[in-house]
């Protein structure tokens, strides 16, 4: 092989190789954006819980409010 096929063939294995971890990087953020995506609505759904759980609260502590009165 010449020195100009051994430096060619040299660089199509680094491009061929790049690629592939461009690739791999790729599916890696498809990936993440996913679980952020699944942590977003996971996060809201506990937001939503919390604030009816504080709106109970909120009743409750009225209501023992309201017996300590009489």
Do not use: C, F, W
Request: aromatic share 2%; no cysteine; proline share 1%.
């Amino acid at each position: 092989m010449l020195p100009d096929e051994m430096e060619a063939e040299k660089n199509r294995k680094l491009l061929v190789s790049q690629a592939d971890t461009i690739e791999m990087l790729k599916r890696n953020v498809r990936d993440l954006q996913g679980q952020y995506q699944s942590a977003l609505i996971h996060n809201k759904r506990l937001i939503e819980q919390n604030a009816e759980a504080m709106v109970i609260i909120g009743h409750l502590q009225q209501e023992i409010d309201a017996r300590e009165e009489v």
